[in-house]
């Protein structure tokens, strides 16, 4: 047992940037959890990927990991859900109705640079936004399957 929860984590050891392969939704929220286990107090997750590319699915993951019971929804009604973790708040936020003048003008430096974690959804209308823990999620989908690169920014 102790040689394979090694090699999960493993896994996921990335000093700058790997890819992985997901073909179904479990997978790839087992992977944003086995990811999770990588992020501290202060990180700032950037998620990118077109519509139904699997963003809340792998932030599923992450909400899981995090000791979260409930079951972390598309937050693209609700600006930003919170969620409470043994050592920090986790901020899930959605930006995909917003375009980029509006986020600059919403404050969201509160959520981003709390000492908490924020993982954001449609990170790209939030271009300049990056603190010392800054992480890069892209997800691709091609049919079922999908290409998951996940890199260290700063």
Not at 20 to 30: H, W
Not at 138 to 145: K, L, Y
């Amino acid at each position: 047992m102790e040689k394979k929860r090694k090699q999960n984590t493993r896994d996921l050891n990335i000093s700058k940037s790997e890819t992985f392969i997901t073909s179904v939704p479990q997978e790839t929220r087992d992977l944003g959890g086995k990811f999770a286990k990588l992020l501290k107090r202060g990180d700032i997750v950037f998620l990118s990927g077109e519509l139904g590319s699997g963003k809340t699915t792998f932030t599923q993951g992450i909400v899981k990991s995090f000791g979260n019971k409930g079951f972390a929804r598309s937050s693209s009604f609700i600006l930003v859900n919170e969620y409470s973790a043994v050592t920090c708040k986790l901020f899930h936020l959605d930006l995909y109705r917003l375009n980029p003048a509006d986020v600059r003008d919403l404050g969201l430096e509160e959520y981003l640079f709390s000492g908490n974690i924020a993982v954001i959804e449609w990170a790209d209308r939030l271009a300049d936004a990056q603190g010392d823990n800054t992480w890069k999620v892209e997800i691709e989908a091609n049919g079922d399957t999908r290409k998951i690169k996940i890199e260290k920014i700063k």
